[in-house]
């Protein structure tokens, strides 16, 4: 599935494959009606590669939201876009419960299945599964060992910090251990003292 040249165009439905760069804009194929036209370089245009989908805790490449509905429709098409919002968001349960419903609006979720669809109409969404569920286990064990790592980064760090703590107590023992030959010194003098004064 390669979307690096797949885009959509703010204000015009559908998609298009960016063929060309012109000095005032683009050169563009229009995906559903496969005809070429111009667009200004004053259109917003967003490249799919680039477009995400809102999560609970991060956010989902939409090319692996697109993966997923593939793999749930074993390589078809998936639901109608004009379907009502409320089998839309069912729909995106299944294939990702993880998705933020309180910023994911139906509007998005009607332009997602309509990509989801042209792009498979156009061939676009050869995608080998085991392929690629073998490169989301290692990202996912890749994560997992960078957790293991910072926990045990942060192991260490305490360890090396209790002794720190028990730094202080240990030079006002010594202060003590000082002290205390000083009061037996003073001791010695005051009976040498007491001795003097008896002998007179």
Do not use: C
């Not at 089998?87 to 910023?103: A, G, V």
């Not at 990202?139 to 002794?163: F, S």
């Not at 037996?184 to 005051?190: E, I, L, S, W």
Request: proline share 3%; glycine share 6%.
């Amino acid at each position: 599935m390669d979307l690096s040249r797949v885009i959509a165009i703010s204000g015009k439905p559908g998609l298009y494959r960016l063929i060309s760069q012109t000095r005032g804009g683009f050169v563009v194929e229009d995906l559903e009606k496969g005809k070429k036209v111009s667009i200004a370089s004053n259109y917003n245009v967003s490249l799919l590669d680039n477009v995400a989908i809102y999560g609970i805790s991060q956010e989902f490449p939409l090319a692996e939201v697109f993966f997923r509905i593939y793999k749930k429709e074993n390589g078809g098409e998936t639901i109608d876009h004009k379907v009502s919002g409320t089998e839309l968001r069912k729909y995106m349960e299944e294939i990702l419960p993880e998705y933020d419903d309180s910023r994911v609006y139906d509007s998005d979720l009607k332009k997602l299945f309509q990509w989801y669809n042209i792009l498979h109409k156009n061939g676009l969404l050869n995608i080998d599964l085991a392929a690629v569920e073998a490169a989301m286990a290692a990202q996912q064990a890749q994560v997992e060992n960078t957790n293991v790592e910072a926990e045990v980064v942060a192991e260490v760090k305490e360890v090396e910090e209790k002794p720190k703590k028990k730094a202080p107590a240990k030079k006002a023992a010594d202060k003590d251990a000082d002290a205390k030959p000083a009061k037996k010194t003073a001791a010695k003098k005051a009976t040498k003292k007491d001795e003097g004064s008896e002998e007179k």
